[in-house]
């Protein structure tokens, strides 16, 4: 979630953090910050909101020095403001710290009872504060940073920067991702490589419990019990270019638009253009194909493109699915079959509540296979087998193309698994392939109600309370709709299965709330129960909102108030491509109303405390 940056180098650095710390904002963040030595002695510029708001603090006020960390802040602990933002500083220490320390309450009452004096309302300060204590009690730095280690509890990832010590930086890492940079003359920490990948290709990941001492000719790594250990230094393939809107307003729009591009990636990674056929990963489908159950975990909507590959996996590979978020399983103690197989899926490889998950399932003896978008994430360091979306860096924090390619990725296993289970005939396996390598062109041509969809959003925008309907397959698209409304363009909305209605959403509908259903009428035999469902909705002055073929425009003629009219679409794709509608919809629908499209208040993109 919050970005980290840390720099011993031979230049100026604070425009190497803030550039690295820019290269973190797709992860979401409410403030920024960062701390040099100047002249022996720590230097901090802090600033709320936006990395623009602290690249003015800089311009008025300039820091030098060669030595330094930054801070992209998602707020746990206190609101949002310049003094709660990163680096937290003594005279002696300045921090920067992703995650949560969960007994910061106890020690803050120790560390002011020995008259420690904190300035802001985070659990971070403590950090610093305990760090400054042991130094103050003669220990060396190493020493000082070790004790209090040993004393923090909860998930947490910091970088270290001491007073006087200008070729001096410690890191640690406990259950949130931080990975070492090799340069020339120069040592870096981060949060994650991609932050890294303008200065060095050379990259070590940290493990859980990991210590690292760095100078500017190295890095001594150690264990939680102060034993040096060795960990793998590896050529990252993170490219170092920047990632521009392009003649786009905003990133989820140039997102949006490259979702035929990445789908198209991705369906080639798996399918053979001159034969059609499917293919994964050697060992992947062996592994699930004598699995008694498959289990899928994951969070938000990643949850939801599981729910999906439930109804696919179910009624097409014919194997039993169980669908989890990730933040509830693990603490139900669940039950998992000897033999069995859990799948996790993630944009970013690095959500704790997910990798939590994947290691509750590893101890229970779970084959593991991650979906992960972000390369040499966590998740996919710590899985047996990985199938990698190619959807390319997504800087807006809603996830569009991601999500589109995770629904892409599970469509493939699912005719993989398929056919080697021969719980479908060959015919309907080809036609369903068929169907998948034309996404890319059928997306395309969605694109083109891009106008009229914006029409639409100029009314949706006025709503206080939208309803999403969807049957079947469809159901976790109404779930997705939902969830970009509430996430960009912060309006109440809520996702149901179409049948569920007359089961108590019903009393919500008046001649205000607008009433989105998804629905492809040609093959698929639900469609006459959702047109009942919608007819229920309009007889109580729903304003319906109806996304679906021509066949299903045509019998729900005169029930809806807008339509999208899509062209023949298979069943098995149909909800991938039906997303579209969904996304462009809450795009401009924040548009109209003036919200931060790529950076929503309060979230971020990757979720790294629980």
């Not at 003594?90 to 992703?98: L, S």
């Not at 406990?174 to 991609?194: I, K």
């Not at 056929?277 to 493109?305: D, F, H, N, Q, W």
Request: hydrophobic share 40%.
């Amino acid at each position: 979630m919050c970005g980290i940056v840390g720099i011993l180098g031979e230049k100026e650095a604070a425009p190497l953090l803030v550039e690295g710390l820019r290269r973190l904002e797709y992860r979401g963040y409410d403030s920024a910050g960062i701390a040099t030595l100047v002249d022996g002695q720590i230097q901090r510029r802090r600033a709320k909101g936006k990395l623009a708001n602290l690249d003015e603090v800089l311009e008025d006020s300039p820091i030098a020095g060669t030595s330094g960390v930054g801070h992209t802040r998602w707020a746990t602990h206190g609101i949002p403001s310049s003094e709660n933002a990163h680096p937290h500083a003594t005279d002696k220490v300045a921090v920067v710290h992703n995650g949560i320390i969960e007994n910061y309450v106890s020690l803050k009452k120790e560390l002011t009872e020995k008259g420690r004096v904190f300035e802001s309302e985070t659990d971070t300060e403590v950090i610093a504060h305990l760090i400054t204590l042991y130094l103050n009690e003669g220990l060396s730095p190493k020493d000082a940073a070790f004790k209090a280690l040993d004393r923090f509890e909860g998930a947490f990832s910091l970088a270290i920067l001491f007073a006087g010590e200008k070729d001096l930086m410690i890191g640690a890492r406990q259950g949130t991702p931080l990975a070492v940079g090799y340069g020339e003359g120069e040592m870096y920490l981060a949060s994650d490589s991609y932050a890294l990948a303008p200065l060095t290709k050379n990259i070590c990941f940290l493990e859980d419990g990991d210590r690292v001492v760095l100078s500017r000719s190295g890095a001594e790594i150690f264990d939680p019990k102060g034993v040096q250990v060795e960990r793998t230094i590896r050529v990252t393939a993170q490219s170092g270019a920047t990632t521009g809107k392009g003649e786009y307003p905003h990133f989820m729009l140039k997102e949006i638009y490259e979702q035929p591009t990445v789908i198209g990636d991705t369906l080639n990674s798996f399918i053979n253009p001159a034969t059609g056929e499917i293919t994964m990963p050697e060992g992947v489908v062996k592994s699930m194909e004598k699995a008694t159950r498959l289990t899928l975990i994951a969070c938000g909507g990643s949850y939801y493109a599981s729910l999906l590959a439930k109804y696919w996996l179910e009624q097409i590979a014919r194997i039993p699915c169980e669908v989890d978020i990730a933040s509830e399983f693990r603490y139900r103690e669940a039950p998992l079959p000897e033999g069995g197989v859990c799948i996790f899926v993630s944009q970013s490889g690095e959500t704790l509540d997910t990798l939590e998950a994947l290691r509750y399932c590893r101890k229970q003896g779970q084959t593991i296979i991650s979906i992960v978008n972000t390369i040499e994430s966590t998740i996919e360091r710590e899985s047996d087998f990985v199938l990698r979306t190619l959807a390319g860096p997504e800087i807006a924090v809603a996830s569009t193309k991601a999500t589109v390619t995770q629904y892409t990725t599970l469509a493939c296993l699912t005719l993989a698994l398929a056919k080697q289970r021969q719980s479908i005939s060959d015919a309907e396996l080809k036609e369903m392939a068929r169907s998948l390598r034309a996404i890319p062109a059928v997306a395309a041509d969605i694109l083109n109600h891009d106008e009229a969809i914006l029409k639409i959003a100029r009314e949706v925008a006025q709503a206080r309370d939208v309803l999403y309907l969807g049957r079947g397959s469809q159901y976790p698209i109404a779930l997705e709709g939902a969830l970009k409304l509430k996430e960009i363009c912060y309006i109440h909305a809520e996702g149901y299965a179409a049948g569920e209605m007359k089961h108590g959403p019903i009393a919500l509908i008046d001649d205000n709330v607008p009433i989105v259903v998804v629905a492809n009428a040609k093959n698929e035999p639900l469609f006459e129960k959702t047109a009942s469902n919608v007819q229920e909705s309009v007889a109580r002055g729903g304003l319906v909102f109806l996304i679906s073929d021509e066949e299903g425009a045509e019998k729900l003629k005169g029930n809806y108030k807008w339509n999208i009219t899509l062209g023949d679409i298979h069943p098995f794709v149909a909800p991938i491509l039906y997303t579209i509608p969904v996304q462009l919809l809450a795009y401009h629908t924040a548009v109209v109303k003036g919200t931060d499209v790529d950076q929503p208040r309060n979230l971020a993109k990757s979720v790294t405390v629980e």
